[in-house]
């Protein structure tokens, strides 16, 4: 498949399928309930936050390198392809499965009535707008209409990880 192609049939199968044996094995870990289950859950929370913050921070340095490509050349279609995986096989399911464990989680311990966790909430909120945001911008890449200066995207790639930074002192200290 070239970079300047659309999601694919295949593609979107790929990504059904995922979601279906997640959505599965969420249904078999409510009805198997094993002993221990919170900490299951945690640490595939780790392991989600992991991969959506990695990717978060790359895919706006990949914007940075794409603008100096000239629309069209072959390193730019180089850098739309990168950024569409990155994008769909890594930060996409990424964070659908922090949402999925973070909010079991927050219902399973009732954190959600602590005041930490809901500051947490508004700035995990901001991230996933961030997410959006990002999702344009990649939009405007795929189709050779970006018209932000490299500086713009290095600027954005600091938010996730102040972001990240707020979000990992509230949860561990629980401040208030
Ligand atoms: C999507 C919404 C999210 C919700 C509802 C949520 C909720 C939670 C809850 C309830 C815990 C368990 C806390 C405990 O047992 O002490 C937790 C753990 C954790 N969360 Fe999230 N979270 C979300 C997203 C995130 C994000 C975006 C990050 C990082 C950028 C993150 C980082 C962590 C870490 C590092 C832990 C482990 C803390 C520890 O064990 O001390 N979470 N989360």
Redesign the pocket.
Known sequence: MTAVEKTSPAQKWRWLIALIITAAGVLALIYWSPQGL?LW??AF??I??IA??AGMLYLPRLFVYHCDAEPGSKQSETFKLMERRLLTVIINPA?TA????????????E??REHW?QA??V???L??ALHGQMVRWFRDFQNDRNKRPAKFYRVMNEL?AV??VL??LL??L?PF
């Open positions: 919170y859950l945690k929370h780790i989600s936050v959506w913050m964070m922090t949402w999925i464990f973070g909010l079991w989680l927050a219902y399973d311990s954190f959600y966790l947490k909430f700035l995990v909120i991230l996933s996730p972001l990240m979000i990992v949860v561990v629980k």
